[in-house]
């Protein structure tokens, strides 16, 4: 299934009314844990899975690379992305994640934020990835940790005056279909368990480099004391892999 909510306008909207559209990299709260994992992009050719608004990509050339690619399904971010850039080193397509075709070495990097867990089959996008990356090439991604999506709906137990009891996990080891509310809409996301996400990297012959289950920044929970029930459950899993 390869869906395509952000094309639709009302999502769309919400999508862009998020800190984290408005304000780029330094809006997502993951930002201050995946930046640390990052590769030197200088003299990097690099590609962008699933790129949203094309911050990465820009971030990439501001660091030194000599070109970033974003792919992303959805014609509508890629207007907005096309809007907020100007070098010419930076080049969006629009199509799946899952229909990649690049040839052999064409890329030193490859990173991905919070767009994965769309994709049905991860070993089958490994693939993809490892068939373009250059030997000893980086691979830094994002996802949906497994202890948020196992359950499907993604919201919290609550007694009932609405007070949050603790975060509901099901389902754990039966991969797959899962429908999540997302912006008040229903979107349909992939649960895949840790194993499957280190195992396929090993598999498909990559050795992993860093693994991190973000936390707010004390600064952001300062501003924003209800990010709090942030630190009761992981909502993210960054991982880094290098080919060999």
């Excluded at 959805?74 to 994640?97: F, G, H, N, R, W």
């Excluded at 990649?100 to 490859?110: D, P, Q, R, T």
């Excluded at 992939?190 to 396929?200: C, F, G, P, R, W």
């Amino acid at each position: 299934m390869r869906q395509n909510k952000y094309d639709e306008s009302v999502f769309f909207e919400k999508y862009s009314s998020m800190n984290r559209s408005k304000k780029g990299l330094e809006g997502a709260g993951e930002w201050h844990e995946l930046e640390k994992m990052l590769p030197d992009f200088r003299d990097k050719r690099v590609l962008d899975l699933g790129c949203g608004f094309g911050w990465h990509c820009r971030y990439a050339v501001e660091k030194g690379a000599s070109s970033a690619v974003g792919i992303d399904i959805s014609q509508k971010m890629l207007d907005e992305a096309i809007k907020k850039t100007s070098s010419c080193k930076v080049k969006y397509v629009c199509m799946p994640i899952e229909d990649i075709e690049f040839e052999e070495n064409s890329f030193e990097v490859v990173i991905s934020s919070l767009a994965l867990h769309y994709v049905e089959s991860f070993d089958h996008i490994v693939d993809r990835i490892s068939r373009c990356l250059t030997p000893k090439g980086e691979l830094v991604f994002s996802v949906e940790h497994p202890v948020f999506t196992a359950q499907g709906p993604q919201d919290w137990y609550c007694d009932k005056s609405g007070s949050r009891l603790h975060w509901p996990v099901d389902r754990y080891f039966s991969e797959g279909v899962r429908e999540a509310g997302f912006l008040g809409e229903k979107v349909v996301k992939y649960h895949k368990t840790l194993t499957t996400y280190i195992n396929s990297l090993i598999n498909s012959g990559f050795e992993i480099t860093g693994c991190v289950e973000p936390m707010p920044e004390k600064s952001l929970l300062a501003v924003q004391p209800e990010m709090a029930d942030e630190l009761r459950r992981p909502m993210m899993l960054l991982v880094s892999a290098r080919k060999k």
